[in-house]
Protein backbone atom coordinates (compact mmCIF):
# COMPACT_ATOMS: atom_id res chain seq x y z
CA UNK A 1 0.00 0.00 0.00
CA UNK A 2 1.07 3.88 -0.68
CA UNK A 3 -0.23 6.55 1.16
CA UNK A 4 0.31 9.78 -0.19
CA UNK A 5 -0.62 13.05 1.80
CA UNK A 6 -2.12 16.12 -0.28
CA UNK A 7 -2.55 18.53 2.66
CA UNK A 8 -5.34 19.07 5.54
CA UNK A 9 -6.66 15.63 6.04
CA UNK A 10 -6.50 14.46 2.17
CA UNK A 11 -4.83 11.07 1.84
CA UNK A 12 -4.50 8.43 -0.97
CA UNK A 13 -4.40 4.84 -0.14
CA UNK A 14 -3.45 2.99 -3.02
CA UNK A 15 -3.19 -0.92 -3.19
CA UNK A 16 -2.51 -3.16 -6.07
CA UNK A 17 -6.42 -2.67 -7.76
CA UNK A 18 -8.14 -0.19 -5.36
CA UNK A 19 -7.81 3.43 -3.89
CA UNK A 20 -9.74 5.11 -1.30
CA UNK A 21 -9.39 8.68 -0.82
CA UNK A 22 -10.53 10.83 2.30
CA UNK A 23 -11.35 14.08 2.83
CA UNK A 24 -10.79 15.86 -0.62
CA UNK A 25 -10.59 19.25 -0.34
CA UNK A 26 -11.04 22.34 -2.87
CA UNK A 27 -8.52 24.47 -4.20
CA UNK A 28 -9.64 27.85 -2.84
CA UNK A 29 -8.01 26.67 0.58
CA UNK A 30 -4.54 27.51 -1.19
CA UNK A 31 -3.34 23.93 -1.60
CA UNK A 32 -3.65 21.99 -5.17
CA UNK A 33 -6.31 19.75 -4.74
CA UNK A 34 -6.51 15.64 -5.62
CA UNK A 35 -7.67 14.83 -8.70
CA UNK A 36 -10.40 12.20 -7.96
CA UNK A 37 -9.55 8.91 -9.23
CA UNK A 38 -10.43 6.55 -6.84
CA UNK A 39 -13.37 3.86 -6.03
CA UNK A 40 -13.67 4.49 -2.56
CA UNK A 41 -13.95 8.22 -0.89
CA UNK A 42 -14.71 8.73 2.13
CA UNK A 43 -15.73 12.34 3.79
CA UNK A 44 -15.46 13.12 7.63
CA UNK A 45 -17.81 15.91 7.37
CA UNK A 46 -19.32 18.50 5.19
CA UNK A 47 -16.91 21.46 5.24
CA UNK A 48 -15.27 22.49 1.98
CA UNK A 49 -11.50 21.26 2.71
CA UNK A 50 -12.89 18.21 3.74
CA UNK A 51 -15.70 17.32 1.43
CA UNK A 52 -14.86 17.89 -2.30
CA UNK A 53 -16.33 15.11 -4.62
CA UNK A 54 -16.74 17.30 -7.79
CA UNK A 55 -15.65 14.94 -10.60
CA UNK A 56 -15.84 11.62 -9.18
CA UNK A 57 -17.39 9.42 -11.50
CA UNK A 58 -20.73 8.30 -10.64
CA UNK A 59 -19.48 4.59 -9.73
CA UNK A 60 -17.27 5.91 -6.86
CA UNK A 61 -18.57 4.65 -3.75
CA UNK A 62 -18.87 7.66 -1.34
CA UNK A 63 -19.18 7.24 1.95
CA UNK A 64 -20.42 10.26 4.58
CA UNK A 65 -20.85 8.75 7.79
CA UNK A 66 -20.85 6.55 10.41
CA UNK A 67 -21.87 2.74 9.46
CA UNK A 68 -20.33 -0.34 7.95
CA UNK A 69 -19.46 -0.90 4.36
CA UNK A 70 -17.42 -3.12 2.13
CA UNK A 71 -16.37 -2.47 -1.44
CA UNK A 72 -13.32 -4.04 -3.20
CA UNK A 73 -12.21 -5.83 -0.69
CA UNK A 74 -12.17 -2.93 1.38
CA UNK A 75 -13.86 -2.92 4.64
CA UNK A 76 -14.85 0.37 6.41
CA UNK A 77 -16.56 1.29 9.72
CA UNK A 78 -17.55 5.09 10.29
CA UNK A 79 -17.36 6.01 13.96
CA UNK A 80 -19.65 9.12 15.30
CA UNK A 81 -17.75 11.62 17.33
CA UNK A 82 -17.53 15.64 17.42
CA UNK A 83 -16.11 18.58 15.63
CA UNK A 84 -15.29 20.27 18.94
CA UNK A 85 -15.20 19.21 22.51
CA UNK A 86 -19.02 20.69 23.11
CA UNK A 87 -20.63 17.82 22.00
CA UNK A 88 -20.70 18.85 18.41
CA UNK A 89 -22.72 22.21 19.93
CA UNK A 90 -20.22 24.54 17.95
CA UNK A 91 -19.33 22.62 15.06
CA UNK A 92 -21.00 19.57 14.54
CA UNK A 93 -20.40 16.08 14.02
CA UNK A 94 -17.42 14.63 12.44
CA UNK A 95 -17.02 10.72 11.25
CA UNK A 96 -13.36 8.56 12.04
CA UNK A 97 -12.86 5.88 9.93
CA UNK A 98 -11.52 2.74 10.70
CA UNK A 99 -10.52 0.96 7.29
CA UNK A 100 -9.15 -2.20 6.61
CA UNK A 101 -7.25 -2.39 3.09
CA UNK A 102 -4.52 -5.27 2.45
CA UNK A 103 -4.29 -6.41 5.92
CA UNK A 104 -3.63 -3.16 7.52
CA UNK A 105 -5.99 -1.35 9.87
CA UNK A 106 -5.83 2.37 8.81
CA UNK A 107 -7.74 4.81 11.27
CA UNK A 108 -8.62 8.80 10.18
CA UNK A 109 -9.87 10.64 12.89
CA UNK A 110 -10.70 13.36 10.59
CA UNK A 111 -11.60 16.67 12.16
CA UNK A 112 -11.64 15.19 15.77
CA UNK A 113 -12.21 18.16 18.34
CA UNK A 114 -13.03 15.72 21.24
CA UNK A 115 -10.33 16.36 24.04
CA UNK A 116 -10.35 12.60 24.66
CA UNK A 117 -12.38 9.70 23.19
CA UNK A 118 -15.11 7.87 24.86
CA UNK A 119 -14.50 4.10 26.29
CA UNK A 120 -17.37 3.46 23.24
CA UNK A 121 -15.36 4.75 20.78
CA UNK A 122 -11.99 2.88 21.85
CA UNK A 123 -13.70 -0.09 21.52
CA UNK A 124 -15.34 0.28 18.40
CA UNK A 125 -12.21 1.52 16.36
CA UNK A 126 -10.15 -1.13 18.00
CA UNK A 127 -6.76 -2.05 16.89
CA UNK A 128 -5.12 -0.10 14.76
CA UNK A 129 -2.08 -0.10 12.65
CA UNK A 130 -2.03 3.42 11.22
CA UNK A 131 -3.24 6.15 12.79
CA UNK A 132 -3.91 9.80 10.97
CA UNK A 133 -4.52 12.23 13.76
CA UNK A 134 -5.16 16.28 13.55
CA UNK A 135 -2.63 18.28 15.75
CA UNK A 136 -2.91 21.72 14.47
CA UNK A 137 -5.48 22.98 16.51
CA UNK A 138 -7.98 26.22 16.89
CA UNK A 139 -10.99 23.72 14.55
CA UNK A 140 -9.35 20.18 16.05
CA UNK A 141 -7.49 18.82 19.12
CA UNK A 142 -4.41 20.56 18.89
CA UNK A 143 -0.88 19.09 19.62
CA UNK A 144 -1.22 18.00 23.59
CA UNK A 145 -4.37 16.54 23.01
CA UNK A 146 -3.64 14.94 20.07
CA UNK A 147 -0.91 13.21 21.93
CA UNK A 148 -3.28 12.08 24.53
CA UNK A 149 -5.48 10.94 21.85
CA UNK A 150 -2.43 8.88 20.42
CA UNK A 151 -2.05 7.16 23.76
CA UNK A 152 -6.01 5.72 23.77
CA UNK A 153 -5.35 4.19 20.40
CA UNK A 154 -2.12 2.79 20.71
CA UNK A 155 -1.26 2.55 16.80
CA UNK A 156 1.65 1.06 15.61
CA UNK A 157 2.63 4.06 13.62
CA UNK A 158 1.11 7.68 13.89
CA UNK A 159 0.97 10.40 11.27
CA UNK A 160 0.02 13.65 12.01
CA UNK A 161 -2.17 15.68 9.71
CA UNK A 162 -4.29 18.98 9.69
CA UNK A 163 -1.76 21.55 10.89
CA UNK A 164 -0.20 24.62 9.23
CA UNK A 165 1.71 24.75 5.64
CA UNK A 166 3.02 26.60 3.22
CA UNK A 167 0.33 27.77 1.02
CA UNK A 168 -2.68 27.24 2.79
CA UNK A 169 -4.66 30.10 4.04
CA UNK A 170 -6.89 28.68 6.82
CA UNK A 171 -5.05 29.29 10.44
CA UNK A 172 -4.08 26.62 11.85
CA UNK A 173 -1.03 25.93 13.68
CA UNK A 174 2.23 24.11 12.95
CA UNK A 175 3.17 20.34 13.91
CA UNK A 176 6.05 21.38 16.32
CA UNK A 177 4.08 21.26 19.91
CA UNK A 178 2.69 17.72 18.79
CA UNK A 179 6.13 16.89 17.52
CA UNK A 180 7.71 18.08 20.60
CA UNK A 181 5.57 15.95 23.50
CA UNK A 182 5.32 12.62 21.46
CA UNK A 183 8.72 12.60 21.54
CA UNK A 184 9.51 10.20 18.64
CA UNK A 185 12.13 11.15 15.98
CA UNK A 186 10.31 11.53 12.52
CA UNK A 187 11.25 9.82 9.39
CA UNK A 188 9.93 12.16 6.74
CA UNK A 189 8.75 11.09 3.49
CA UNK A 190 7.15 12.18 -0.07
CA UNK A 191 4.86 9.18 -0.21
CA UNK A 192 5.01 5.67 2.13
CA UNK A 193 4.73 2.37 1.28
CA UNK A 194 4.04 0.13 3.89
CA UNK A 195 3.45 -3.82 3.61
CA UNK A 196 1.44 -5.73 6.62
CA UNK A 197 4.54 -8.00 7.47
CA UNK A 198 6.56 -4.41 7.81
CA UNK A 199 4.63 -2.74 10.64
CA UNK A 200 6.19 -2.07 13.36
CA UNK A 201 5.99 -4.72 16.23
CA UNK A 202 7.25 -2.82 19.30
CA UNK A 203 8.06 0.85 19.20
CA UNK A 204 5.60 3.56 17.80
CA UNK A 205 7.13 4.75 14.07
CA UNK A 206 6.08 8.80 13.64
CA UNK A 207 6.08 9.42 9.61
CA UNK A 208 5.51 12.95 8.62
CA UNK A 209 5.37 14.19 4.97
CA UNK A 210 6.71 16.59 2.59
CA UNK A 211 4.56 18.86 -0.26
Known amino acids: MTVTWYGQACFRLEGKDTRVLIDPFEGKIGLRAPRINDQIICVTHEHYDHNNVEGASPETFVICGPGEYEKSSVQIVGVG ?3 DNNHGADRGLNTIYVIKFEDITLCHLGDLGQSELSDEQIETIGGVDILFVPVGGTYTIDGKQAVGIVKQIEPKIIIPMHYKVPGLNIDLDGPNTF ?6 KPEEVE ?6 KNLPQEEMRLITFTL
Open 191 to 196: SFKIQS
Open 81 to 83: SYH
Open 179 to 184: LKEIAI
